[in-house]
């Protein structure tokens, strides 16, 4: 059964304090939500769109909001997202940084196909977090937002994000919620419980 294990962890852990009311309604909790239909699901472009099709992107010299894209190949999904952001991002001014971690498939040569995006590259491979600090670095935006090459943003989600953070103070770090494909929700924030395991909030719900 597909991500289960911090579940099964935090039952455990009630087991163990002899929760038992709490592990009654956390287990009813978690079959509700994987017998959950979805009646909407997200708007999809991953295998749809030619991967060899040409994304425009409208420059920006004054961004707002820097969108990092760390990428190692994968080619198709780099392609699928970058389409959504210029689909889907029409209210804020942003940029593009794709942050290529010395790839060796479509991604080393695709200068060609993403127009306005601007794409930094290692000669090696720095990991994770390296390339992500040498393309904030680079970055002329206001906000960071860094984005997993397999995610296909919707309508609406930078606007969103941006009111949030711009109208609290106390607010430093806002993320989306996160749709599966099958339109259940991933995440809506995260949870930390007392034994240091985390949960995703409203994992498998309706979103």
């Avoid at 099964?8 to 709490?22: C, Q, S, W």
């Avoid at 978690?30 to 999809?44: A, G, N, S, T």
Wanted: hydrophobic share 40%; glycine share 6%.
């Amino acid at each position: 059964m597909p991500h289960c294990p911090n579940i099964f962890r935090i039952l455990i852990t009630l087991a163990k304090a002899g929760d038992i009311a709490d592990i009654a309604t956390i287990a009813a909790l978690f079959l509700r939500r994987k017998m959950f239909i979805p009646q909407r699901l997200p708007e999809l472009f991953y295998g749809k769109i030619p991967t060899d099709k040409v994304v425009r992107v409208a420059s920006c010299e004054n961004p707002i909001v820097s969108i990092i894209i760390p990428v190692h190949n994968q080619w198709p999904f780099t392609h699928s997202c970058i389409y959504s952001l210029e689909h889907n991002t029409k209210d804020v001014p942003f940029e593009i940084i794709l942050a290529d971690d010395a790839s060796t498939d479509e991604t080393a040569d695709c200068d060609k196909l993403l127009i306005g995006v601007k794409t930094l590259r290692t000669n090696d491979n720095l990991g994770f977090l390296r390339t992500c600090n040498a393309a904030a670095r680079e970055a002329k935006g206001q906000y960071l937002l860094f984005l997993n090459n397999d995610t296909n943003v919707q309508k609406g989600w930078l606007t969103r994000l941006l009111e949030l953070i711009e109208n609290n103070p106390e607010i430093g770090v806002v993320g989306p919620k996160l749709i599966y494909p099958d339109g259940r929700l991933q995440e809506a924030g995260s949870i930390i419980w007392n034994d240091g395991s985390a949960w995703n909030y409203g994992k498998w719900d309706d979103p």
